[in-house]
């Protein structure tokens, strides 16, 4: 089956760091997404990792290990702004592109 | 305008009515996507477009029923919904290439009386 697990919620501070997991079971893996949803909002791009290693995007990176079907999202410097869903989303093996997503993460930015 | 664009914002309708959810994209992109978003479910895709022609239907009811005329515009028409479907409908657009994220718009409050 496809699955994708990510904590429902997590709280972090303003100016702290947060790491944000997600763990997936595909029956095939082209790459892994991540998006930022604010509420009421579109999912906005934030992240792409196809290869194994860490790609830094100002105060967001993204990592991601394969061998352990593993990524996470790591926030520096955390803003009030930053107060969102934040959802993983795989991409299987068909060539729709089709995209496997979690349930989302709310992280909740506190003073 | 640019992006992704969704109307209406908010629609409340009952069982019986017939609606139509509109998705326009002014991004040159060929494919399009209707999701369904409800609270602490992860996205359910419902229907994509390539290049106008319908390429997944995931099993979705016959009570929704999707259009595509042309590559920058994508219509979902309701009928005889049922509460269940009250959710967020989401509509994405996607430029070739596998490295290109889906687009999205702000999405359709929908709720069934």
């Known amino acids: 089956g496809q699955n994708i697990d990510q904590p429902t919620e997590m709280t972090a501070t303003e100016g702290a760091i947060v790491q944000i997991n997600c763990t997936y079971q595909t029956s095939g893996f082209n790459g892994l997404f991540w998006y930022q949803q604010h509420a009421g909002e579109a999912p906005t791009f934030l992240s792409y990792?196809?290869l194994d290693g860490l790609e830094e995007k100002g105060r967001f990176s993204s990592f991601l290990s394969r061998s352990k079907g593993y990524s996470y999202l790591l926030l520096k410097e955390l803003q009030m702004k930053d107060s969102a869903s934040y959802l993983c989303a795989v991409r299987g093996p068909d060539s729709n592109y089709q995209l496997i997503w979690g349930a989302g993460t709310k992280l909740i930015i506190k003073p | 305008e640019t992006g992704v664009t969704q109307t209406p914002r908010h629609l409340v309708m009952g069982m019986t009515n017939k609606k139509s959810l509109k998705c326009e994209q002014h991004?040159?992109?060929?494919?399009m996507y209707w999701y369904k978003q409800s609270a602490k479910k992860p996205l359910e895709l419902m229907f994509v477009?390539?290049?106008?022609?319908?390429?997944e239907n995931n099993s979705v009811p016959s009570r929704f029923s999707p259009e595509c005329p042309n590559s920058s515009h994508l219509f979902l028409h309701l009928h005889t919904l049922q509460p269940e479907d009250s959710a967020l409908y989401l509509c994405a657009s996607k430029g070739p290439g596998e490295r290109q994220p889906q687009h999205f718009g702000d999405g359709t409050r929908l709720s069934i009386l």
């Open positions: 990792n196809v």
């Open positions: 477009y390539n290049f106008k022609e319908q390429t």
């Open positions: 991004l040159g992109h060929n494919a």
